[in-house]
């Protein structure tokens, strides 16, 4: 299968779902290859806790947050604490990259399944910090902005680490 972020239908629902796809596959693509070092490393002094795997894990966590807690209101059992409110990327350098990617896809895979019957006007359950609810077309958008930000993070950081360049 080719990656591409054309999709073969033009309604909302199969655009918003075939781009989060899309970028949620140029994550795994930009990943192919690299080595467990170059994943953990962390070459930017001013951001010590970004690094490839740190990315990884942060998207995966990104979208549990959107869809289990806030979509359906599920209490949230997510890695990060008061304390340290980022440490799902903190605690990706001691993860295999294969496994914080394989349990990335394997989610991604569950939520394409949970959503597909979800209308896209519907709202959150669990609102914002400052009230206001979002609903499902917004959460998608959300989500493609924040993959295709990280991958252009992720490129980056492959380039810097090893040279790897591409689309």
């Known amino acids: 299968m080719t990656r591409t972020d054309i999709p073969d239908a033009w309604d909302d629902r199969a655009v918003l779902e075939h781009l989060l796809?899309?970028?949620?596959?140029?994550?795994?693509?930009?990943?192919e290859g690299l080595s467990e070092e170059n994943a953990r490393s962390a070459p930017l002094?001013?951001?010590?806790?970004?690094?490839?795997?740190?990315?990884?894990s942060h998207l995966r966590w990104v979208e549990y947050h959107w869809i289990q807690v806030r979509l359906f209101g599920e209490e949230d059992?997510?890695?990060?604490?008061?304390?340290?409110?980022?440490?799902e990327m903190r605690i990706a350098v001691?993860?295999?990259?294969?496994r914080l990617l394989a349990?990335?896809?394997e989610q991604c895979e569950r939520y394409r399944t949970l959503l597909r019957d979800v209308d896209l006007d519907t709202w959150t359950k669990r609102p914002l910090r400052d009230g206001r609810h979002v609903n499902l077309?917004?959460?998608?958008?959300?989500?493609?902005?924040?993959?295709?930000?990280?991958?252009?993070?992720?490129d980056i950081l492959r380039e810097m680490a090893d040279g790897v360049t591409g689309d």
């Open 103 to 105: 349990e990335y896809a």
């Open 94 to 98: 001691e993860i295999p990259l294969a």
């Open 21 to 31: 796809d899309y970028t949620r596959a140029t994550v795994h693509a930009k990943c």
């Open 137 to 154: 077309r917004w959460i998608y958008h959300h989500l493609i902005e924040e993959t295709a930000r990280h991958n252009g993070h992720i």
């Open 45 to 56: 002094a001013t951001s010590p806790l970004m690094s490839i795997s740190g990315l990884v």
């Open 77 to 87: 059992a997510g890695p990060w604490t008061d304390d340290d409110p980022d440490r």
